[in-house]
Structures are given as C-alpha cells and as structure tokens.
C-alpha cells in the first residue's frame, strides 16, 4: 500500500521563479524545475514539456489552459503566494494526504503508485471564475495538484478539494481510465465519488461550486438530460455534459442545455443515492462498476 507522499515545494520554487528576470529563463525554470516532478504525468497527458516548434503546444500552454497562474504575472503569483503562506496551506495540505492515506489503508484500499507527489499551484482567478478560484487533478496515481487563487470562499475547502482528487488516485489504482472511450456514465460516477469521499472526511458544507451552486429543479433537470446521455462517449463529448455550457463554449464543445458543473452535482446525487439504498460506504462503493452504481442508486428508473 503507498504511505508515502512526497511534498513539491512550489512555494520556494514560485520565490526563485519569480527572482529571474528574463523571461526565457523563466519559461525554462517552470518547465524544467517546477513540472520535472510531473514529468511522467505529463508524459501520459501527451503534453511535452518542450514544444518542438515555437509556440507550440507544451507545459506552459497546458498550465495555463488548466488555470495556471501567468508565470509572467508578478503580481498575481506574489498576492497569491502571501495568502497561501499566512494561512499555512501547505500544513493544511500535509496534514489532509497523511488523513487520506491512513482512512483508505484501514479501508485496504491502496493507490497505485510508488509514492503521492503532492503540489499546489497560483491559480489565474478570471479563468476559474465559475470554480470560485480553484481547482484540482488527481487523474493519474501518484500525482495530485492543486491549483488555487486564494480567497475567503476556497481556502476552508483545501482539505476537501484534496480529498477529491485523492480518491481519483484510488479509482484509478483499481478502474483505467480510457480517454477516448470514457462515457457520460462513467464520468458522473468517477466525480460523484470523489465528491462523496470528500463529503465522508469533511461534510457537505466543504464540497466545491461544481456540486452545490446547482439549485433543486436546475438539478432535476439535468438528472433528466443526463439520463438520456449516460452511453454517450467520447471525452469531448462527455465533458459537455459534465461541465455545463458555459466552460463547454469556452473550450470548444458543444453546449446541451446545462448548467455549471451540472454532471458533477449529477454525480454526487448518484453516489449518495446508491449509498442511502444499499447501505454501502464509500470505501466499499468504490470498488463497483459504474453500471452497477448507477443502477442501484435508481436515480435514472423513474
């Protein structure tokens, strides 16, 4: 079973980055110092941590898609960088892995992976406005980032947001991942279960926009429309679904009538509901199928 976790510790590197001046320099220090530690999640993501043409697609471009913070904005990296430290996110976040850790081993679940590289990134807020700041990915085992521009309404919800991406560690330690063949079903059910184990370990209150900013018949409505969707497959597809309209235009999707983070509050009703039913805990849920959640949780049968 993987006990141990290894820290990146971004703040010093953020310190350092910010200290050189050229911006070439720079580039080449977030690529080569700051994602090295990635490199092998990059490697499965297809994303070179180079391009080989200029401009290209690379590490840069990806982070920034992703809600980097600009490694050009001084000022956003320092402001964010200042909140982080005052409110001792990293402790927060050591204390959260080693919670993780030892609540899925007195489970006997295990994540796939010689150790859990843990690091936390400045966020761009203006492009994770709809997620209130933050965000995370814990798609592959062994890595976990959190990218984060601090603020009142994120900063309690550090613990729960690595929680979430925790337990996609320990999904995908057990269930592979196929990109291209990954369907609506299978997704809801990958984030409600992420968002149920962060519910276990820190309750309700903590979960994330992508599931609470959803409002009682916004959300019958999309059980509805995600219903009729569940074999659809495809990840461009499939995150239309999942993300909702809004994030679907911004990256070039095609929008189906939903609201923010409408597959994830979907997700989440899902997992709760199977559990309600048949009295199964998390731990004990995340070892089925998608299929077998989604039947049981009888979300979809009426």
């Given at each position: 079973?993987?006990?141990?976790?290894?820290f990146?510790?971004t703040?010093?590197?953020?310190?350092?980055?910010?200290?050189?001046?050229?911006?070439?320099?720079?580039?080449?220090?977030f690529?080569?110092?700051?994602?090295?530690?990635f490199?092998n999640?990059?490697?499965?993501?297809?994303?070179?941590?180079?391009?080989?043409?200029?401009?290209?697609?690379?590490v840069?471009?990806?982070?920034n898609?992703?809600?980097?913070?600009?490694?050009?904005?001084?000022?956003?990296?320092?402001?964010?960088?200042?909140?982080?430290?005052?409110?001792?996110?990293?402790?927060?976040?050591?204390?959260?892995?080693?919670?993780?850790?030892?609540?899925?081993?007195?489970?006997?679940?295990?994540?796939?992976?010689d150790?859990?590289?843990?690091?936390?990134?400045?966020?761009?807020p203006?492009?994770?406005?709809?997620?209130?700041?933050?965000?995370?990915?814990?798609?592959?085992?062994?890595?976990?980032?959190?990218?984060?521009?601090?603020?009142?309404?994120?900063?309690?919800k550090?613990?729960?947001?690595?929680?979430?991406?925790?337990h996609?560690?320990?999904?995908?330690?057990?269930?592979?991942?196929?990109?291209?063949?990954?369907?609506?079903?299978?997704?809801?059910?990958?984030e409600?279960?992420?968002?149920?184990?962060?519910?276990?370990?820190?309750g309700t209150?903590?979960?994330?926009?992508?599931?609470?900013?959803?409002?009682?018949?916004?959300?019958?409505?999309?059980?509805?429309?995600?219903?009729?969707?569940?074999n659809?497959?495809?990840?461009?597809?499939?995150?239309?679904?999942?993300?909702?309209?809004?994030?679907?235009?911004?990256?070039?999707?095609?929008?189906?009538?939903?609201?923010?983070?409408?597959g994830?509050?979907?997700?989440?009703?899902?997992?709760q509901a199977?559990?309600?039913?048949?009295?199964k805990?998390?731990?004990?849920?995340?070892?089925?199928s998608?299929?077998?959640?989604?039947?049981?949780?009888?979300?979809?049968?009426?």
């Amino acid at each position: 079973m993987c006990n141990t976790y290894k820290f990146i510790h971004t703040f010093e590197q953020y310190e350092e980055l910010l200290s050189i001046s050229g911006l070439e320099e720079r580039q080449d220090y977030f690529r080569y110092m700051m994602m090295s530690p990635f490199t092998n999640m990059w490697n499965l993501l297809n994303v070179p941590i180079k391009a080989k043409q200029e401009n290209g697609y690379d590490v840069l471009m990806a982070t920034n898609m992703l809600g980097f913070a600009n490694i050009s904005n001084d000022k956003q990296i320092q402001r964010g960088l200042s909140i982080l430290k005052d409110n001792n996110a990293y402790m927060v976040a050591e204390n959260t892995i080693k919670t993780c850790i030892d609540k899925a081993n007195k489970a006997g679940l295990k994540v796939n992976a010689d150790e859990i590289k843990f690091g936390m990134y400045v966020a761009n807020p203006d492009k994770l406005k709809l997620q209130k700041g933050y965000t995370g990915f814990g798609g592959i085992p062994g890595y976990i980032t959190v990218i984060i521009y601090p603020n009142d309404y994120n900063l309690p919800k550090i613990p729960a947001v690595i929680a979430h991406e925790f337990h996609h560690n320990i999904r995908f330690s057990y269930f592979d991942w196929d990109h291209g063949n990954v369907t609506v079903g299978d997704y809801i059910v990958i984030e409600g279960l992420a968002d149920s184990f962060a519910k276990e370990l820190y309750g309700t209150d903590q979960l994330g926009p992508w599931v609470t900013s959803i409002d009682r018949d916004e959300l019958e409505y999309s059980i509805y429309v995600i219903g009729e969707a569940l074999n659809i497959k495809g990840f461009a597809e499939v995150s239309s679904y999942m993300f909702g309209d809004e994030i679907a235009k911004q990256e070039g999707y095609q929008p189906v009538g939903l609201s923010f983070g409408a597959g994830y509050a979907v997700g989440y009703e899902v997992v709760q509901a199977f559990m309600r039913k048949t009295n199964k805990t998390i731990y004990e849920t995340t070892l089925l199928s998608s299929d077998e959640i989604i039947n049981g949780s009888g979300l979809f049968s009426s």
